[in-house]
Nanobody, 120 residues
Framework: QVQLVESGGGLVQAGGSLRLSCLAS????????MDWFRQAPGKEREFVAG????????YYADSVKGRFTIARDNVRNTVYLQMNSLKPEDTGVYYC?????????????WGQGTQVTVSS
């Protein structure tokens, strides 16, 4: 069993930065690829970024490429999402999720989410 807890969300002005963290319990963190998703009010949850088990390969949604960076620390059981040049359309609840591979059709574990609000 793995529990995921996100943190680092908040209110920021457009153009600002935030770093989200997702801390995983258990000793199997490195067995999972990790993805970040977000859900804006009234919209479906969407993929934001993913990272393979070793951290060697990363994936990004086109909307965040060049602005967001995903990274992981398998010693600290943590995956990060550095978000720069934030835009109001980045507003939403951000979730981390664990799966066998990034951009999977199914995810084994989800965090509870952390709110990100970008003001214009």
């Amino acid at each position: 069993q793995v529990q995921l807890v996100e943190s680092g969300g908040g209110l920021v002005q457009a153009g600002g930065s935030l770093r989200l963290s997702c801390l995983a319990s258990g000793r199997t963190f490195s067995s999972y690829a990790m993805d970040w998703f977000r859900q804006a009010p009234g919209k479906e949850r969407e993929f934001v970024a993913g990272i393979t088990r070793s951290g060697g390969t990363t994936y990004y949604a086109d909307s965040v490429k060049g602005r967001f960076t995903i990274a992981r620390d398998n010693v600290r059981n943590t995956v990060y999402l550095q978000m720069n040049s934030l835009k109001p359309e980045d507003t939403g609840v951000y979730y981390c999720a664990a799966s066998e591979a990034t951009r999977s059709s199914t995810y084994k574990y989800w965090g509870q989410g952390t709110q990100v609000t970008v003001s214009s």
